[in-house]
């Protein structure tokens, strides 16, 4: 079945950086493309990044462009959003997905908080 697993969040500083990766199984992945969104309490989902399945197309939300960048090893069927000049606002469950803006799988989560 498809599988999307989540690692590398924790605790930043403001102005710190974090690596998300994300692990896919089940599904041939290196014709999807796949997202990065998160989940603030009370706050609702919030897209924040999508790459194409070869890598030719990126998008980043307006609140994050400049500071995060989505990457992805179709060989080792990973996905990865390097994280820096990391602000508390950032703070967030994090979960990547299976598709563009709109998805059909999504893995539990990572938690980012950025505090001092």
């Known amino acids: 079945q498809v599988q999307l697993v989540e690692s590398g969040g924790g605790l930043a500083q403001p102005g710190g950086s974090l690596r998300l990766s994300c692990t896919a199984s089940?599904?041939?992945?290196?014709?999807?493309?796949l997202s990065w969104a998160r989940q603030v309490p009370g706050k609702g989902y919030e897209w924040v990044s999508a790459?194409?399945?070869?890598?030719?197309?990126?998008e980043y939300a307006d609140s994050v462009k400049g500071r995060f960048t989505i990457s992805r090893d179709n060989a080792k069927n990973m996905v990865y959003l390097q994280m820096d000049s990391l602000k508390p606002g950032d703070t967030a469950l994090y979960f990547c997905?299976?598709?563009?803006?709109?998805?059909?799988?999504w893995g539990q989560g990572t938690q980012v908080t950025v505090s001092s």
């Open positions: 997905a299976r598709g563009w803006r709109t998805y059909d799988y």
């Open positions: 790459i194409s399945p070869y890598s030719d197309e990126i």
């Open positions: 089940g599904f041939n992945f290196s014709v999807y493309a």
